[in-house]
């Protein structure tokens, strides 16, 4: 079993090219000298032998080389193994070469390859495990950081009384005379020659709306064995249109198609004050110049009424009527012009361009 060696301080260390080196006492350290450094022994690497009873434990004063890392850096490498020697202290020696040999050890001490903890303050904070939740915002927010759910809408404008107000007609100014105007006696006069049946009713004035009819009648009966009703007011000049209507054209057409008088006229409206439908003009109806007429009673009890798909007969005997108002009365409306008279005939005497008419 090999004995540890001990180390001789006493005895100097022979030079390596025989060249006597002389005692440590005798020499003064030198720059040079700084490579070379005096330490107590390094702890043992992982790997290293631990001393036992068959591994000898290196003797005190023969340095042990550090063992090399073997994730050293390449730059390492490059650089040339410092040759380390652990030489005794000399029982003579000055305080002051000892702390300079002390400080030249330190700096000549080889870097080590595993970077120590970082101490240093400054550097990043490691994160906190939870992490920290952000301050709640209030419930009420600015209104001005908020968009409107709904975008502004302009202050509501009144509807313009213009707009509702009907369009001016001359004929909304006629009033009634204290006499009775000598067109309307003769008016009259000719009715009871065609055997027509009437009363006189007041005059009709409506001058927020414009409608007006100074000298109405209410017809009973549109001639001798025509009845219509119930209470027909007409200006005279419709009521006459109407009546020789009656006894010109509507009985002759029944006649001919049925074989039977024509007894009596529904009508659907007569004097009305109102405008025509989706306008702002006057209807003929507020001036008691136009008449619905919705159905014929025949003198048998058969009973003819307007409407887009009536019978064949009836078919027959509506057109020949509504061909022939085309004429005597300046408008003719009827099934298929519009929906608001697709169950009546319209008929008036509203003045046309040229003295044409309009029949549909």
Same mark, same amino acid.
């Given at each position: 079993?090999?004995?540890?060696?001990?180390?001789?301080?006493?005895?100097?260390?022979?030079?390596?090219?025989?060249?006597?080196?002389?005692?440590?006492?005798?020499?003064?350290?030198?720059?040079?000298?700084?490579?070379?450094?005096?330490?107590?022994?390094?702890?043992?690497?992982?790997?290293?032998?631990?001393?036992?009873?068959?591994?000898?434990?290196?003797?005190?004063?023969?340095?042990?080389?550090?063992?090399?890392?073997?994730?050293?850096?390449?730059?390492?490498?490059?650089?040339?193994?410092?040759?380390?020697?652990?030489?005794?202290?000399?029982?003579?020696?000055?305080?002051?070469?000892?702390?300079?040999?002390?400080?030249?050890?330190?700096?000549?001490?080889?870097?080590?390859?595993?970077?120590?903890?970082?101490?240093?303050? *400054?550097? =990043?904070?490691? /994160? #906190?495990? !939870? $992490?920290?939740? @952000?301050?709640? %915002? &209030?419930?009420? +927010? *600015?209104? =001005?950081?908020? /968009? #409107?759910? !709904? $975008?502004?809408? @302009?202050?509501? %404008? &009144?509807?313009? +009384?213009?707009?509702?107000?009907?369009? #001016?007609?001359?004929?909304?100014?006629?009033?009634?005379?204290?006499?009775?105007?000598?067109?309307?006696?003769?008016?009259?006069?000719?009715?009871?020659?065609?055997?027509?049946?009437?009363?006189?009713?007041?005059?009709?004035?409506?001058?927020?709306?414009?409608?007006?009819?100074?000298?109405?009648?209410?017809?009973?009966?549109?001639?001798?064995?025509?009845?219509?009703?119930?209470?027909?007011?007409?200006?005279?000049?419709?009521?006459?249109?109407?009546?020789?209507?009656?006894?010109?054209?509507?009985?002759?057409?029944?006649?001919?198609?049925?074989?039977?008088?024509?007894?009596?006229?529904?009508?659907?409206?007569?004097?009305?004050?109102?405008?025509?439908?989706?306008?702002?003009?006057?209807?003929?109806?507020?001036?008691?110049?136009?008449?619905?007429?919705?159905?014929?009673?025949?003198?048998?009890?058969?009973?003819?009424?307007?409407?887009?798909?009536?019978?064949?007969?009836?078919?027959?005997?509506?057109?020949?009527?509504?061909?022939?108002?085309?004429?005597?009365?300046?408008?003719?409306?009827?099934?298929?012009?519009?929906?608001?008279?697709?169950?009546?005939?319209?008929?008036?005497?509203?003045?046309?361009?040229?003295?044409?008419?309009?029949?549909?």
């Amino acid at each position: 079993m090999e004995q540890p060696l001990t180390p001789r301080a006493e005895q100097p260390l022979k030079p390596r090219g025989g060249k006597r080196l002389k005692p440590r006492r005798h020499r003064s350290v030198t720059p040079k000298q700084t490579q070379q450094k005096t330490q107590s022994p390094l702890p043992l690497p992982a790997d290293a032998p631990v001393p036992g009873p068959s591994v000898p434990a290196p003797a005190p004063g023969i340095p042990v080389p550090e063992p090399r890392p073997a994730d050293a850096r390449k730059a390492d490498t490059a650089k040339p193994q410092e040759q380390k020697t652990e030489a005794p202290k000399t029982t003579g020696a000055p305080e002051g070469s000892n702390e300079e040999k002390s400080r030249q050890e330190k700096q000549a001490l080889p870097e080590s390859s595993v970077p120590e903890p970082s101490t240093d303050t *400054e550097s =990043e904070p490691e /994160p #906190p495990a !939870v $992490a920290p939740t @952000p301050t709640p %915002k &209030p419930d009420i +927010a *600015e209104p =001005e950081a908020q /968009p #409107p759910t !709904v $975008a502004p809408q @302009p202050p509501h %404008k &009144p509807p313009d +009384a213009d707009d509702k107000k009907m369009l #001016p007609d001359p004929r909304s100014a006629d009033l009634p005379d204290e006499k009775m105007p000598a067109e309307e006696v003769a008016c009259r006069e000719r009715l009871k020659t065609l055997g027509v049946e009437f009363e006189e009713h007041k005059a009709e004035s409506q001058p927020e709306i414009g409608c007006s009819i100074p000298y109405p009648i209410v017809l009973k009966t549109l001639g001798k064995s025509v009845a219509i009703g119930p209470g027909t007011e007409l200006n005279c000049k419709m009521a006459e249109a109407t009546a020789r209507f009656a006894a010109d054209v509507i009985q002759p057409a029944a006649k001919a198609e049925f074989g039977e008088d024509l007894k009596s006229i529904g009508q659907a409206s007569a004097f009305v004050c109102r405008p025509r439908h989706g306008t702002r003009k006057l209807s003929e109806h507020a001036f008691g110049n136009a008449l619905d007429i919705a159905s014929f009673t025949l003198s048998d009890g058969k009973k003819i009424e307007v409407g887009p798909a009536p019978p064949e007969k009836d078919a027959k005997f509506l057109n020949a009527v509504r061909k022939a108002a085309c004429g005597p009365f300046k408008t003719v409306l009827g099934p298929g012009a519009d929906p608001d008279h697709s169950l009546h005939f319209h008929l008036d005497l509203e003045p046309r361009r040229h003295g044409g008419t309009f029949c549909q």
